[in-house]
Nanobody, 122 residues
């Protein structure tokens, strides 16, 4: 069974930064895609960013372009989401997911973590 664990969430003031991590102890990310998604109360889960560990290609939602950076550390088998210039509207539970290719469509991902809460105060 694939288990993904997100960490790094927390409470931060607007304009601050957080770095989320997505790790798997029984699954190797290499040659797969990792996506970050978020879900705010009363809203649908939306794609934030994704990365292909095969070729390093990345994609971002327009709402986070220029502020968030996704990266993959092969040695640590961990994917990071560096979030800068955070805004109150970034408040959500953030999830990472694994799938066969990098896409912002949640239905294309097979395995999901439990999520980590990010709260940005104004």
């Amino acid at each position: 069974e694939v288990q993904l664990v997100e960490s790094g969430g927390g409470l931060v003031q607007a304009g601050g930064s957080l770095r989320l991590s997505c790790a798997a102890s029984t699954f190797i990310f290499e040659d797969y895609a990792i996506g970050w998604f978020r879900q705010a109360p009363g809203k649908e889960r939306e794609g934030v960013s994704c990365i292909s560990t095969s070729d390093g290609s990345t994609a971002y939602a327009d709402s986070v372009k220029g502020r968030f950076t996704i990266s993959y550390d092969n040695a640590k088998n961990t994917v990071y989401l560096q979030m800068n210039s955070l805004k109150p509207e970034d408040t959500a539970v953030y999830y990472c997911a694994v799938g066969p290719w990098a896409t912002m469509y949640r239905d294309e991902y097979d395995y999901w973590g439990q999520g980590t809460q990010v709260t940005v105060s104004s």
